[in-house]
């Protein structure tokens, strides 16, 4: 079993910068994607970013892309989400997820990811 626990969330301004982490303990989880997702009330989970073990590859969804980074330091087994230039569309649940396949991709879809976190708040005012 893989936990992962998320960090970093919180009340925000627009404009305003965020950094997530989450940090995953239980079993080795340096040779496997790891991203973010997020949810807002009354929507579906939607992939934010995602980063592959050896951090050869990132990939950003357009609606944060240019705002937002993804980062990975596998020797403290933690990935980041550095958020930066927050606005109010932002508002939701951030999870991070881990791919549990030994393949070098970085899937969109919640249902292809096997563990994730229990999630942190991040709300952005205006």
């Known amino acids: 079993q893989v936990q992962l626990v998320e960090a970093g969330g919180g009340l925000v301004q627009t404009g305003d910068s965020l950094r997530l982490s989450c940090a995953a303990s239980?079993?080795?989880?340096?040779?496997?994607?790891m991203s973010w997702f997020r949810q807002a009330p009354g929507k579906e989970r939607e992939f934010v970013a995602g980063?592959?073990?050896?951090?050869?590859?990132?990939n950003v969804a357009d609606a944060v892309k240019g705002r937002f980074t993804i980062s990975r330091d596998n020797a403290k087994s933690t990935v980041y989400l550095q958020m930066n230039s927050l606005e109010p569309e932002d508002t939701a649940i951030y999870y991070c997820?881990?791919?549990?396949?030994?393949?070098?991709?970085?899937?969109?879809?919640?249902?292809?990811?096997?563990?994730w976190g229990q999630g942190t708040q991040v709300t952005v005012s205006s």
């Open positions: 997820a881990l791919y549990w396949k030994l393949e070098v991709t970085i899937p969109i879809m919640p249902n292809q990811y096997t563990y």
């Open positions: 239980g079993r080795p989880v340096n040779t496997f994607t």
């Open positions: 980063i592959t073990w050896n951090s050869g590859r990132t």
